[in-house]
């Protein structure tokens, strides 16, 4: 394990000299690579919230948008952001400024638990 | 166990195989007879020879209906008129030959806490032939209130976040809600003020005491992939387990499902508002959308009786296209508490 980790720094050393900055985005690494864009759209579907756990460079702003048939909520489980119930196609969004990990879940159905991370 | 069975019935006598086989076919017509954890099979053609062996033990019936899940403001593709299906449901109500005493609805009165949602049940409800409906909340009864104008309007006199129970021809009813304050990746919650009252409701009631428990979210491990189920449930079955009779009836999952552990009889009723998929067998629940015609097989009732001379409870379970099954259960009822514990 250790072998295939100092393996894989090499490789990713020798990527960075090659591609630069696009060697940040590295498939070995469990991470959820950063967002370019400063606004993502994660869909509520099938009692799920997808992409479930994602990554955003801060001053994302995230927009969920809720494509069931019964309502879901938003609510963070630290008490930062929490939406009002949301009907069909209905959204709420939110600036995330601080980087930091934001769990969240359904309060309706709390067995949907999903997470934003930000750089 | 021969004996015990030998003793109380003159017909087959249960073994594994007929337990299974009773379970298997609890939905399509069998009678399953329940006394102290033993269950017997019937045909239904024997039921109406149970029942006539005593007829003065009806004296002391108690019969009433159970609706749930009528979500009135959905409008969706598995059934875009619910209101028309929860009036079907009350015609068969107000066609039962018995008046029943009253009326539980087991939660999810509403589809999105409206006050036009909840006007709207509340005057379709009036036309039920019945003396009183009791409530409880369903997840979508609280939204974005934690449910003040559903006790406003249905919970009047419910102590907490809409709990209470009442008495009726020595039975003794218990709502609970178990929809409020859910935490991230749990299921249902009673939590610790509701837990407290309920074990001082019960603390002076004799073991005899037949007891019915309703509450919207199953109070049993239904599907806790899907959040069916309760959290802290067992904490409160602990304080109903001195009880000969429990029985708990809930909604949420839109389909009939029961299970008998010990001397508890879990039961969930179907929804007059829209079906949801059987555990498992879709990507998550929710609203199931079905060919149109097959719809009123899957919306419905449940109607119990109670019949205390003749320690029995029968759930019926009634689709809105006419088809029904029958479950009886005996209520064990001992004639002392040293036989309940000591046989």
Redesign the interface.
Known sequence: MVKRIVSRSILCAALLGTFGWTAAIHAGDNTPAAQETASLEVKID???FMPQDTAVAAGTTVTWINR????H?VVS?SGKFKS??L??DDKFSFTFTEPGTY???C?????M?AKIIVK | MGNFIKDNFNKDGVDRRGFLKCMAWAGTGTLCVLQAGVLKSFALSDIGSITKQDKAAMKGALSFVQISDSHIGFDKAANPDVTATLREAIAKINALPQAPEFILHTGDLSHLSKASEFDTLEQTLKTIRTDKIFYVPGEHDVLNDNGQQYRERFGKDSKGDGWYSFDQKGVHFIGLVNVMNLKAGGLGTLGHDQLEWLEDDVKHLKPSTPIVVFAHIPLWAAYPEWGWGTEDSEQALAYLKRFGSVSVLNGHIHQVMQKVEGNVTFHTAMSTAFPQPQPGAAPSPGPLKVPAEKLRSLLGLTNVDFRRGKHTLAIVDSTLDGASSTSNYRIAQPESEESLYGG
Do not use: I
């Open positions: 099938n009692f799920s069931d048939d019964v309502p909520t489980t009002k119930a009907d069909t769990e969240y879940f309060s309706v159905h709390p067995k638990t």
